[in-house]
């Protein structure tokens, strides 16, 4: 298969400008390199050798980006880094409400806001509630205990990020909508297990104060048997919040759209029901026996041991294995740590479908 527009190259153009100027005369005969008529025609062809390209690129920009256009396939915005704040007071003899947009601040200098209204009962000391970003994108996220309270009040209260602030993204690049508009492609006869994976992608969720996207599907898995269908999705930082299940549910089986009160059709197949459920957040305890240098901190290599082993626990996909050897590697790429023996977990496993490890506990030994 040919292309449908070629450009010339330099030398085809000038070759063609000396023919048709022999076509026409037979008084020019001194064709050769720095001859007057060769390096007169030669200044037309480069402009016209830059004209070619110019136009080749376009159209190669332009073919692309016309199609985007006409499917309505913009490119997708940052998101929010997110994650769970466990906040501690001291005393408790009244309720407490630490309201939403309390504001958190981390070592890197980012600024979060807790998502939801936190309430403490009476001799509740402690509390979690997830907290976002206030700027999109991958540079919100944070290793565990990096963020501090900002907010002020009465009452004496701490709080910290027992886990990782994760997924956030920074916006979509050409070749990553490349990539999303493939998936696109073939959900497009809908009803087909591709379909509904790439239809759960779709929803998003933002903060009604900023606009910023703070959550979506990042994560997705199937489980299918005769007339039923699981979708299991996670955001990639907490599981999934209830907005977002009910968002890719309405997704998946169609909705009436309020603007227009028209039928939005879904993507599941006719007659089979699909369930949209969130991963299970399934907590992993690792025991380490750890040699570090002599001029390492042994507080800073945990808390670095504690963000390299989470986000490798975290990252694992849905039917990966996760190896001992792999929690190796990743407590070796940590600055500080000469050596590193798994004392658990032994033996390797896979990540049920259904499930998202995360690192609760690290016990260290260290090793003189």
Known sequence: MTDIFTPKPFADITADMIEGVRGRTDKITDFNVGSVIRTLLEANAIELDDYYQAL????????PTSIYIGFGFDLLPAVAASGTISFTRIG??????IPAGTV?????????????DLVLAINQTIGTVR???????ASGNADPNALSLTSTFSAAITAINLSSMAAGQDAETDDQRAQRFALFIKSIARGTISAIEYAATIPSISNVTTGVVIEKTQ???????????????HNGSTGATSGLVTAVQAMIDGY??????SWVGGYRPTGMRVEVVAMTETPLAVSLEVTKRASASQATVTNLLL??????IRAAMPNQT????????AALAVDGVDKVTVISPLSSFVVPKDAIYYLNDLSITWVV
């Open 56 to 63: 080749y690129f376009g159209l190669l920009q332009a073919i």
């Open 92 to 97: 408790a003899s009244d309720a407490l409400t």
């Open 104 to 116: 958190l601040s981390s070592l890197a200098g980012n600024s979060y806001t807790t998502d939801a």
């Open 131 to 137: 907290a976002s970003a206030t700027v999109a994108g």
């Open 219 to 233: 994560r997705v898995s199937t489980y299918e048997e005769p007339g039923h269908v699981m979708l299991y999705i």
């Open 256 to 261: 009436r759209d309020p603007q227009t009160l």
């Open 307 to 312: 963000g390299a082993i989470g986000r490798y």
């Open 322 to 329: 996760v190896r001992p050897i792999d929690i190796v590697n």
